[in-house]
């Protein structure tokens, strides 16, 4: 199994960006898939959650109303829109999936993608 994160780059605050996770040997299909972030001297958390299993989404507060996570069945990929980026959300970008919602949305996911890095300017 292996997850693919891609899209990061650097951008100008207010500027916008799409993350993707693509996936082989792993259907999304029957997963929950999640981003997180770490930003330099931060812990790792959790900014956004898609689960094909029960339809859910979650956002953090902190991203709610910017970002926006999708799935594209057709492409097996989940991707993370963001938009009225803020220097703030520099970090590193992480996918993770997992067949148990309740395991990505607190980290434990058993498949992790290499990250993709944010940089925002103000």
């Known amino acids: 199994v292996q997850l693919q994160a891609s899209g990061g780059g650097l951008v100008r605050a207010g500027g916008s960006l799409r993350l993707s996770c693509a996936a082989s040997?792993?259907?999304?299909?029957?997963?929950?898939i999640g981003w997180f972030r770490q930003a330099p001297g931060k812990e790792r958390e959790v900014v956004s959650q898609?689960?094909?299993?029960?339809?859910?989404?979650y956002y953090a507060d902190s991203v709610k109303g910017r970002f926006t996570i999708s799935y594209d069945n057709a492409e097996n990929t989940v991707y993370l829109q963001m938009a009225s980026l803020k220097p703030e959300d520099t970090a590193v970008y992480y996918c993770?999936?997992?067949?148990?919602?309740?395991?990505?949305?607190?980290?434990?996911?058993?498949?992790w993608g290499r990250g993709t890095l944010v940089t925002v300017s103000s």
């Open positions: 993770a999936a997992d067949q148990h919602p309740a395991r990505v949305v607190v980290g434990l996911a058993d498949y």
């Open positions: 040997g792993f259907d999304f299909d029957d997963a929950a």
């Open positions: 898609i689960s094909n299993i029960d339809g859910g989404t």
